[in-house]
């Protein structure tokens, strides 16, 4: 590569980042349209915008650098408060987005059309003029702030305004001293951060100037806090944090506090309702903390205190009332007067007290909670979820010059719950994305309610992270270090055979010493080829949000043409897999949730007569389950009817009027993957779009994934995709059949069985197994393969499965499991059946690797044609 | 191996390359000259397929191995011999023979009922558009350099099974070269 | 510290705080053109903290807009801290954020470069105060 095309490719590569990252920040304010801004979302945005300003300022691209200037003026306007977040201006904050990534487009392919460059030049132009201002106010209230002026000299003009606005709220401020270690205060600040965000904002955060011992520093982080002292006090147990309340002097329109207290009980309300919907999204981060304890993800990992701060609130969920009023308190002070408790001279550093002392509530959330919010999780998200839509436009806190404290907090809190890969759970958090269609004029509703919510990929430490310290890594480059890992892999093995030779056998003339020795460095060399396998898989691991994110801008277009109402929901957007599978999973989503817009969800007006809510909800989620993903689209639709399947596949001669009889709803329903089953004719009558379902259960094959469906009349539909985690290493059970070695991916083993030939019984010409009662569908591995057979007195059945499907595959011997390096098969040799690719297995020997999703395909298949 | 007789190629003293032509050119003479364009010769690797002599042009030849370990793969088409890992890189190996009419059936190269591959066969790998793949040869005898009036089209009475793979013969004093299309050979 | 005689012959040691990867990259290849200069980059003011007891830095060029803390924080800690007092401070700018390159000034920088800037421009400051021939 030329260094001009290298350059190039980097500035792509940035700036693709930026957008992405902007875009995702765009979508959720686009969803969370009527409520106030996240003042730390509007600044996530406007850096993004100057990063973007910067860089292409720096490598000549002049179209994109007028325009992000413009859209940083814009947004430098909003941030700093002179300028209301209004519909206007997050449309063409969208629209600019788009041209972003047109003009990006362009650069990228070396190319420059004038209709672009006009589009974005007039854009430009509209955005310098967009935007009523905000009316201006005669006193600063940052002058009612004791702040020393050398600390307030340090303020950024961000800074300061989100101070003066935290003034100008009543809002009580702390200054919060911790002191840290030299090696690690990243690590101390970050959960400094993650404990402090859920009570309110950190303005600011300042390195103290004084040395602070050779291995020490302190920092100052100015706070603004949305709950009364002692819950800062008992949110901070445990850090190194010290807390002194900054002095705010009263206002001198005192009117205020009277507005504010008329307005409190309103304020309860509105509250209550919100704790009560809320806390279920809140509890679950307790899931992914956990899941992601044993990965090492030191850099990402927050989740221990951000997980017990929502949950301590969710703790509160019962009196929801007397949380509201308390919180309310500081408030009422501050406009008061000067504050009780430290007293005017508030700079005395408090020692955080034990939180009985103050009265307050036990930390975390009690299991009991956690545990009932998890029982109904479900059904709150499927009956409650209109309900949860009116709450949250219940919830828009209160635009007046004295903000409530009290129902700020909790939407603070609920957005904690619900936003990225550090708080949020696998399970979509429902209460985030569905506020969108809440607080909006009727006339606009349509265009706007369907936009997808992304989950926020900005987890709750997003302060502490650049925008650009996300890894790209070319996947060439990363197979390229896979494949060393596998050439590794066969050092170990060779060694570990010398290891074991020099050791066992005397013969061999080799001090015993020496074979310890060898051994010690076989396991050193395992050691470090463990850490260099975890690492490269971790950065292989991109969260499938990824690919939701991209496919909600698409639903948004399709619902419009569509002509139909949907709230679309996303959910465990944070559920990692490999780049590769994401990369796959973008056309047979799209193609699913497409058949579900078209055909699964009915008009409005049929809704309605079925007695149904007007507004369909189709819905992408993800979440792990063991070594597997499964992902699911469903709708709340019309559903399949499986007798129409029926008559279809048979009218298609896809099977007889027997094997129908045979089957059952489930069977019945899973035709429609078969090839030839759906042309577009029929199946617009069903529900399906047609073109290609077993297309899509083709792509899945080749991810090793299998799809399944279910459907009911009137109910919905959905259909439900397992993945495996990983392409790249897995562990493998090496298997022998007619002395042939093949490997069995662990992952889809469920068990393995010893079987006499006699334990094979013949049903209806079909070989079976009986495991505990039940019926077991069973192949031998030579005859599918038309191997010579060896006469055995004894099988090893490999049990695998995948969703409901089992199989047991008869095979001759075990050969033990071992970390496999799977290679596709790749270019000519991708139509091979069964087999998903090869690998090394010492001795240079190449081993295939079963396609367990095939096989149990193919297994099935004959099942439905035997029977 | 290829490779270096590939250069040692350039240094040898060939009868039929006409030297007068290019001192035509150099002298600055517009007159006829021996050495058309089209006379560029092109290089071909020749090996041997059941007694017979075949080349293909050397640009679609990416290296020479020898025969490895081969791993069948069950139920595949019958001119797939197996699998062959080269340095790490997983490569088809396939029969040409059967599709040339010069066998029955494709020989049993792969698996552990497989003999020991004979001493000079060796694995082609090919470029092809679907990605590299070897193709299983008796013996390498070379590289030749043919120019295009030492090209002839396929006679008509040859005796191919598939006559699409062959372009045409190549000859080179008393020698013949059956020319190979591998993009043909190698056609599913 | 400053200037110390005889220092051309020794290499002199830059520290680049800016989160952009691209801007970090073109900020860091023309302070390392730059004949005896090695230049040490960091994306984060994390990071730096953690850096400056760890080298000894002859120049720091900082961003202002940074995630964890603001370039002007930065600029205040070195300024404040007599370890590193002495150290010239570069700030770097885009257009339209004059207040805050006013502060980062006030707080003791030596010099701003407004993005997008030559290279050149930035060469003659670094060889003006690293005293490079």
Not at chain 1, 755 to 772: A, H, S
């Amino acid at each position: 590569m030329s260094p001009a095309s290298k350059a190039l490719a980097e500035f792509v590569a940035e700036a693709t980042e930026i957008l992405e990252a902007l875009g995702k920040d765009l979508l959720v304010l686009d969803e969370r349209r009527g409520q106030e801004a996240d003042p730390e979302r509007v600044n996530g945005i406007f850096r993004a915008a100057h990063s973007l300003k910067g860089l292409a300022g720096l490598f000549g691209q002049e179209r994109i650098s007028r325009l992000a200037h413009g859209t940083e003026d814009l947004l430098d306007r909003l941030r700093l408060g002179k300028l209301l977040l209004d519909d206007a201006v997050l449309d063409t904050l969208i629209e600019a987005l788009d041209a972003f990534q047109a003009l990006l487009a362009e650069t990228a392919h070396g190319s420059e059309s004038e209709g672009l460059s006009r589009r974005a030049e007039g854009m430009a132009e509209r955005l310098g003029r967009l935007g009523a201002p905000v009316a201006a106010r005669d006193e600063d209230p940052l002058d009612r702030l004791e702040l020393d002026a050398q600390v307030r000299a340090v303020f950024t003009e961000y800074e300061e305004h989100r101070l003066r606005e935290n003034v100008r709220r009543g809002v009580s401020l702390w200054r919060v001293r911790a002191a840290f270690d030299l090696s690690d205060f990243d690590k101390g600040l970050a959960d400094l951060n993650a404990r402090l965000k859920p009570l309110g904002e950190v303005i600011s955060t300042l390195p103290s100037a004084q040395p602070g011992g050779a291995h020490g520093i302190a920092f100052d982080l100015i706070f603004g806090a949305q709950v009364a002292q002692a819950e800062l006090e008992s949110g901070l147990k445990g850090t190194p944090a010290e807390l002194s309340q900054l002095t705010v002097r009263p206002s001198s329109a005192s009117a205020r506090s009277a507005e504010a207290l008329s307005r409190a009980p309103l304020a309860q309300a509105e509250s209550h309702a919100a704790l009560v919907v809320a806390s279920p999204t809140d509890v679950l981060p307790q899931t992914p903390a956990t899941r992601r304890g044993g990965r090492k993800k030191g850099a990402r990992a927050t989740p221990a205190p951000a997980a017990t701060a929502p949950g301590a609130r969710a703790g509160d969920a019962s009196h929801p009332v007397v949380e509201s009023r308390r919180a309310a308190a500081p408030e009422a002070r501050a406009d008061a007067g000067p504050p009780p408790g430290p007293g005017p001279a508030s700079q005395a550093w408090l020692p955080l007290a034990d939180p009985a002392t103050w009265g307050a509530r036990p930390g975390p959330a009690s299991g009991d909670w956690a545990l009932s919010a998890d029982e109904t999780r479900s059904g709150v998200e499927a009956t409650e979820g209109h309900e949860e839509v009116a709450a949250g436009r219940g919830t828009r806190p209160a635009r007046g010059p004295v903000g409530n404290p009290g129902a700020a907090s909790v939407v603070e809190a609920r957005s904690q719950g619900g936003r990225g890969p550090g708080t949020s759970g696998p399970v979509p958090s429902l209460v985030t994305y569905l506020q969108g269609p809440g607080g909006r004029a009727p006339g606009r509703t349509a265009p706007a309610s369907d936009r997808p919510a992304a989950p926020a990929p900005v987890p709750a430490e997003s302060s502490l992270r650049s925008l650009t310290q996300t890894v790209r890594v070319d996947i060439g480059r990363l197979d390229g270090l896979i494949n060393m890992v596998g050439e590794l892999l066969l050092i170990k093995a060779n060694l570990q055979r010398l290891a074991e030779s020099a050791r066992v056998d005397g013969a061999v003339p080799l001090s015993k010493l020496f074979g310890q020795e060898l051994a010690r460095e076989t396991r050193g060399l395992e050691r470090k080829l463990e850490a260099l396998q975890e690492g490269l898989l971790e950065a292989r691991m991109v969260p499938v949000g990824q690919v939701f994110d991209k496919l909600a801008r698409l639903v948004r277009r399709i619902t419009r043409e569509a002509g139909k109402e949907i709230d679309f929901v996303i959910g465990g957007g944070e559920v990692e897999l490999d780049k590769l599978i994401v990369e796959e999973l973008s056309d047979p989503l799209m193609h699913l949730i497409r058949n579900a817009i078209d055909h699964g969800v009915e008009p409005p007006e049929v809704r309605l007569a079925a007695g149904k809510p007007r507004r369909a909800v189709v819905a992408l989620r993800a979440e792990q389950k063991g070594n597997h993903v499964v992902i699911e689209v469903s709708d709340d639709g019309a559903g399949i009817d499986e007798l129409r399947v029926r008559e279809v596949a048979l009218g298609r001669g896809l099977i007889t009027f027997a094997q129908a009889e045979e089957m059952g709803r489930r069977e019945l329903l899973n035709l429609i993957f078969l090839p030839g089953f759906s042309t577009a004719r029929s199946v617009s009558e069903l529900s399906g779009r047609g073109v290609g379902l077993d297309v899509v259960k083709n792509n899945l094959g080749n991810l090793s994934g299998i799809i399944d469906v279910w459907s009911e009349r009137g109910k919905g539909t959905a259909f439900h995709l397992t993945l495996p985690v990983t392409l790249a290493i897995i562990r493998a059970l090496v298997v022998g059949v007619s002395a042939r070695t093949y490997a069995v991916p662990l992952n889809s083993v469920l068990e393995i069985l010893s079987v006499q030939p006699g334990d094979i019984r013949t049903l209806e010409r079909r070989e079976v197994l009986d495991v505990r009662g039940q019926t077991l569908p069973f192949v031998r591995l030579s005859r599918l393969f038309g191997l010579p057979e060896r006469p055995v007195s004894r099988y090893f059945v490999v049990v695998v499965g995948l969703a409901q499907e089992r199989l047991g595959i008869a095979v001759d011997e075990l050969h033990g499991q071992q970390d496999i390096v799977t290679k596709p098969l790749g270019g000519r040799l991708q139509s091979v059946r069964g087999i998903s690719g090869a690998t090394d297995l010492g001795n240079r020997r190449t081993v295939l690797v079963l396609d367990v999703a095939a096989l149990l395909e193919e297994g099935m298949a004959q099942e439905r044609r035997r029977a | 191996m290829s490779r270096f007789a590939e250069l040692l190629d350039d240094f040898f003293y060939r009868p039929d390359e006409d030297v007068g032509g290019l001192q035509d050119f150099a002298s600055g003479s517009d007159g006829a000259s021996s050495l058309l364009p089209e006379e560029v010769p092109e290089e071909y690797l020749a090996f041997r397929l059941e007694g017979e002599s075949y080349a293909v042009p050397i640009r679609a030849v990416r290296e020479i191995s020898k025969v490895p370990p081969l791993t069948e793969i069950p139920r595949a088409e019958p001119q797939l011999l197996g699998l062959m890992n080269l340095r790490g890189e997983l490569l088809p190996a396939y029969d040409v023979k059967v599709r040339l009419g010069l066998a029955e059936k494709a020989p049993l190269v792969a698996g552990p009922e497989a003999p020991p591959p004979p001493r000079d066969a060796r694995i082609i790998v090919l470029r092809t558009q679907t990605g590299p793949a070897g193709v299983w040869v008796d013996g390498v005898a070379g590289v030749v350099k043919l120019k295009p009036s030492m090209l002839e089209p396929p006679p008509a009475s040859l005796r191919m099974g598939d006559r699409d793979c062959v372009v045409g013969i190549g000859r080179r004093g008393p020698s013949l070269y059956i020319l190979l299309d591998p993009e043909q050979a190698l056609a599913p | 510290m400053g200037h110390r005689p005889g220092r051309v012959l020794m290499r002199v040691k830059v520290l680049i705080v800016e989160d952009s990867k691209a801007s970090r990259e073109y900020i860091a290849s023309t302070v390392e053109a730059v004949e005896g200069i090695d230049a040490v980059v960091t994306s984060s003011g994390f990071e730096a903290l953690k850096l400056l007891p760890r080298h000894r830095f002859d120049l720091i060029i900082t961003d202002i807009n940074m995630p964890d803390i603001n370039g002007l924080e930065l600029i205040n800690f070195v300024k404040k801290n007599p370890n590193y007092r002495d150290v010239p401070l570069f700030i770097i700018t885009t257009e339209g954020r004059e207040q805050d390159r006013d502060r980062g000034m006030a707080l003791g920088a030596a010099e701003y470069l407004v993005k997008p800037f030559q290279p050149g421009s930035l060469e003659s400051l670094l060889r003006r105060y690293l005293k490079l021939p």
